[in-house]
């Protein structure tokens, strides 16, 4: 097996244990328990240290097809060191080097698109809400400002390019397109019920719009807009699984990773993890598509090209 | 020249671990068996990597964090508690904005207060916490129930806490439990008590006493900490109930996290008055109070307006002298400077304990020592214009008797904390309160303040700091650009 394919089930794994991590996180303050809780937790934490050192791993053996991803896998595997560090997070080398790292993770979003074929336009969406969440997070942390956008609403948008594109991948009809739509409808019954739940029941409306908020980190300035979120979060698990029977579980991965990560930067990120892990995601996103039949990168030059002749 | 180095290194290795990506140099240079050897190479370096997760996990090794929320600056001078947030250097420092949402979602009476501004400052011997949030209706005058219950002539609002049963919920008295008597309405009858709620039934101890409101709201009197949990598990909590002459005191708390590495659960347990307590019937397997984090322990600064507040006109514990008062305190210690303090707490997954041997609150972490350990976090508050502001300080370092249960605090350490905020008259009472959501992290500095505000809109050290990121970035970018290149 190559490096990125046993590195990525490793990270599914550790990604899905790390958003049990972000889910319990949020409740663990009410006064609720629920069965195997302190299990969980045990089990959610490793998975978020998981998490940091295999999107590491995985971002260093990408960077030989995106070079950009290096450094900030690099950065990931160093980083529980840093501890060694005393005060490291109040120093403002320490600010620097989040701005080299968002502006590095950027980059490689630029770098991964255009050395990928066109259908990774369809991720454009995708693009521009990993970049705004991040600018709302160094909006946050470092000019105490607070971005008050509809996050919902782009995550919708991201969320519908990526749907054109699971049902674009290979191809749209075929024997095993056909089964793939329905294999993967279990993948809606993840936060569907919570739907149903929530638009008969104020009471629950109330405690989701705590919970779910909390959980992905997305700031709901309209708290109306909960079961719209939930129903997006239903497609969203639906279309990842759609990609990983159809055939391309990088793409489910990648953007698993994103939705479970980007809008945690909206609170400030809190952990390094949570300000490259979406980079590392897109790359994820796009891997089948990178240097994939013609490039965007060659369009750009033909374009080129066309513009210095007609000059 | 070294990055590069490092560069072309990390190039190196990963061309010579990496079969897949560069077949023709394994090729060339390894035999079929050795190629398959090389095959196991990612299993193995993706469990190394996986113990190593699991490792970094058990030994709870921060993961590297983004910023410090809260900054506690070094100033010269010390606290003036008469008038909190008066010093000077307060001016210099600005607040951070801390989110509160309610500790339980459903309650009207939970997540009223909204957010809470926090400074945090130290002059080497001592730290002062400063904090502020919105109470547009004081619970003046309030006894708390503990302070008020050492008071024999104690008299006020607040006393005790009443819980209001959740909307649609009927009562039935089974006359067949002769042993049994209830109040209704004032009313003693023999019977049981019976409550129902969408199917569920809950059946009330000996003794109990509920009141109907006209509308058919029930009350449920003198609540005990195990009833609190028996209505909440059945869907029958609704909140705690208040009316103009029955309220709460004010309360803010706040948090310091005594474990290690990175805590995840900031919350509380609602149970018993201990773990296992059979109640009636109901096995209580967790005591109220009770860290909820598996394994983590922290220590609390809880202010009361109802009893820790230098105030003789409004805080009913000092109009009587309450704490100056051995015998009925029940210390062998009285406090010194006669001012505000706030109440040391320790929790654990065991229990909430009282750091002094008295236990007025909640039972005495030891039962013989720590002398003059319950007025050692000296407080100041004051209430103005629609706003709490209280001022915690605390010396740095404690006893070594009193460290296990409080933090020793100093440079070079990140702690979390946590805050909470009761507003007593809204009906935020005991655990429906308002809460930070996660724990905030907490840091010392050398330096006196933070970069003042300068005449631009952006500040000039974001300014260097991002024009360097920049250089930085697109020197890196372009090294890797090289070093790719080929």
Redesign the interface.
Known sequence: ???????S??LAI?SSLAFL?EF???I????I?FPYE?LM??L???G???E???LG?VA??L??KV??L??LG?ALLV??S??LI??Y??S?Y???????LA??GI?SLIEVTIKSNRRSLLFLPTLAMVTLTTYA?IDT????GDLAICYSFIFIASLLGVIIYAIIYNKIISKRAMMSYIAAIPGLFVFLPLYFLVINNR?LE??M??VIP?AFGIALYNPYNLPILLLALSVSIYTILLLAIKGNGYAGLGYFIIITTAFQAIT????????LAPFIGFSILNYREIGNERTIMDDLKKLVQRLSLNT | MFFIKIIITLNYLIKIISPTFYPYYVEERFSSCEFKMRKKIPLLIALVAMLFSIMLAFENVPLAQSSPTIVAYKVVGSANLANPGSCSFWSDIPWVNLSLTANIPNAPTSGLTHYILVKAAWNGSDIFILVKWPAPNPAFGAWSAAAGALYPSATGPGLFRIIELMPGTTYKLLTNCTSYVSIVNGKSESGRLAFSYKGVTVLAPNGSQIRVLSNGTILFYHSLRPMEYIFYCNGLFYGYYTNSTWYYPDRVAMMWYMGTGTPTMDGMNIGGKYAGQVYDGYNLSVAGGSFKMPGGSANIWMWVSGATWNNATYDPAFKVHLWANESLTGLPYTDPDCGGFAVPLYTNNTNMYEVDCAGIWYNPVQSSGLNGSLFMIRTGAKWCNGYWTVEYVRSLTVPSNIAKYEPQIALNTTYYVAFAVWQGREGETLFDKSIVTPFVTLALSTASHPTPPPPLVISPTLMTVTVVGVVVAVVALAIIWIVYRK
């Open positions: 097996m190559s490096y990125i394919k046993i590195f089930i490793f550790s991590f319990i996180f949020p663990s303050y009410l006064p328990t302190g937790n045990y959610g934490v490793t978020l240290y998981m940091a050192v295999f791993l260093v053996v960077s030989n070079r950009s290096l450094p690099i980083s529980p840093l501890n005393h005060n997070s109040l403002p320490w600010s620097f080097i989040e701005i080299v502006l590095l980059a997070g942390i470092f000019l105490h009471f109330i405690i719009n705590m909390s400030g990120f809190h952990l390094l993890l949570y300000l």
